[in-house]
């Protein structure tokens, strides 16, 4: 077995993570139609949890297709409120929407990381995160969107946690690194159990 993994992501902050943990990887990003298999998934009534597992796994396994004998970590972060997935906002005034709808209740953030290798599964894990959001007035969560629509148009729910968004919420209940979109600690654990760092 390898002691580098392909990360199949380009998601900048799992691979600051990985590179501030001080893990050897490199980013082989992942070429799959997400919107297809999430609306596939939703219309056979799959659950959020199972959603992001399944598009982690789908990642995953299309990269070790190519790279059979490197460890591959496939990655995904899924939104649920109230029942309903949000994804990332298409423009402003959905990711205004997104803000305006979550205001002063809870959702939950689910981030799913799988390993393959030899075109099989070797690990996974769901973390998660329950977060209630204050109740912002429009004026902020319109100034919001318009300075950090950049950064937040590549984000479920429209907000960065790590960014301004910090100063959207009230309560955190979870692990930060699943807020970021990956269970660090747990795949830490395995990686230094399986001799892929030391510990």
Same mark, same amino acid.
């Given at each position: 077995?390898?002691?580098?993994i392909?990360l199949a992501?380009?998601?900048?902050i799992?691979?600051?993570?990985l590179? &501030?943990?001080?893990v050897?990887?490199?980013?082989?990003?992942?070429?799959?139609?997400?919107?297809?298999?999430?609306?596939?998934?939703?219309?056979?009534?799959?659950?959020?949890?199972?959603?992001?597992?399944?598009?982690?796994?789908?990642? *995953?396994?299309?990269?070790?297709?190519?790279?059979?004998?490197?460890?591959?970590?496939?990655?995904?972060?899924? /939104?649920?409120?109230e029942?309903t997935?949000?994804?990332?906002?298409?423009?402003?005034? &959905? *990711?205004l929407?997104?803000?305006?709808?979550m205001?002063?209740? !809870?959702? +939950? /953030? %689910?981030?799913?990381? #799988?390993i393959?290798?030899?075109?099989?599964?070797l690990?996974?894990? #769901?973390?998660q #995160? !329950?977060?209630?959001?204050?109740?912002?007035?429009? *004026?902020? /969560?319109?100034?919001y #969107?318009?300075r950090?629509?950049?950064?937040?148009?590549? *984000?479920?729910?429209?907000?960065?946690?790590?960014e301004?968004?910090? !100063?959207l919420f009230?309560?955190i209940?979870?692990?930060?690194?699943?807020?970021?979109? %990956?269970p660090?600690?747990? /795949? +830490?654990?395995?990686?230094?159990l399986?001799?892929?760092?030391?510990q």
């Open positions: 077995m390898s002691t580098h392909l992501s380009g998601s900048e799992r691979a600051k993570l590179r &501030q943990a001080g050897d990887f490199r980013v082989e990003v992942a070429r799959v139609d997400e919107d297809a298999i999430k609306t596939a998934l939703e219309a056979d009534g799959a659950s959020p949890r199972d959603i992001a597992d399944t598009l982690a796994e789908a990642k *995953a396994r299309k990269v070790s297709g190519k790279f059979p004998e490197e460890m591959v970590l496939g990655c995904d972060q899924v /939104l649920d409120f029942g997935l949000l994804s990332k906002p298409k423009d402003k005034n &959905q *990711a929407q997104q803000l305006k709808a205001r002063g209740k !809870r959702h +939950m /953030l %689910l981030s799913a990381a #799988v393959y290798c030899d075109a099989k599964p690990w996974r894990h #769901v973390g #995160v !329950r977060l209630v959001m204050r109740m912002a007035s429009d *004026a902020y /969560l319109e100034s #969107v318009e950090n629509w950049e950064s937040i148009r590549h *984000a479920v729910g429209a907000y960065k946690l790590e301004e968004g910090v !100063r009230t309560t209940d979870g692990s930060y690194f699943n807020v970021l979109g %990956l660090m600690l747990e /795949l +830490m654990n395995y990686l230094g399986q001799g892929i760092i030391e």
